[in-house]
């Protein structure tokens, strides 16, 4: 926590157990550094948030709406989910069950924190048509990359997650001192892993 504290967040690996509070590590100080910046009234994404799978997505966004609802200081923030599959009932706004699932909705006012897919993500940065997603995206705007289950993304598909963050730096004008990029998983860990982990990441 005090490593992804705003300010001057470091690149961090979480790993520890299922149900112990790796989402809370990197989304208190995402939701304060968004919290902060919304008082000085800069727009554009924040942090964005790969998951390897549309359902922990889903998940997760059920999670960061009840927060940011229940939580007074929070109002204002704005959080969209930008995955393949259409949602069959698109949301256009922040609810205390749901943050904002309508694409259209997400171009025309981009959130502070996007959740999506590698797959999503890549397509975001070269298709034409949703490039309003970052219209609002200076250097030193996006300050978080969280990677769900980080172990996942071996063999291809990790060399395809390397060079997609190596697109998205030169893409949003992000320098290493700028984004703090963050790797969880419940299924690496112990002192025995620590380098093999670090040479992984």
Excluded at 84 to 92: F, N, R, S, V
Excluded at 109 to 119: M, S, V
Excluded at 144 to 153: A, G, K, M, N, R
């Amino acid at each position: 926590f005090q490593r992804l504290f705003p300010g001057s967040p470091q690149n961090t690996l979480v790993a520890t157990g299922t149900g112990s509070g790796k989402t809370e590590c990197f989304l208190l100080p995402i939701l304060e550094h968004c919290r902060q910046q919304l008082s000085k009234n800069q727009r554009g994404i924040k942090a964005i948030l790969i998951y390897p799978m549309n359902a922990l997505a889903t998940d997760q966004a059920r999670r960061i709406s009840e927060l940011i609802h229940t939580t007074p200081s929070l109002s204002g923030i704005r959080a969209g989910l930008y995955i393949g599959a259409a949602d069959e009932l698109p949301t256009a706004s922040m609810t205390s069950e749901s943050i904002i699932t309508d694409k259209g909705a997400l171009l025309k006012a981009p959130p502070d924190i996007l959740l999506t897919n590698y797959k999503q993500l890549d397509f975001l940065l070269i298709q034409s048509q949703v490039q309003s997603l970052w219209m609002h995206n200076q250097p030193g705007t996006l300050r978080f990359l969280v990677v769900d289950e980080f172990h996942t993304f071996d063999g291809a598909q990790g060399t395809d997650l390397a060079c997609l963050i190596r697109r998205l730096r030169e893409r949003l004008y992000c320098n290493n001192y700028d984004l703090a990029c963050i790797g969880t998983s419940a299924t690496l860990g112990g002192k025995d892993s620590r380098n093999s982990m670090l040479k992984y990441a």
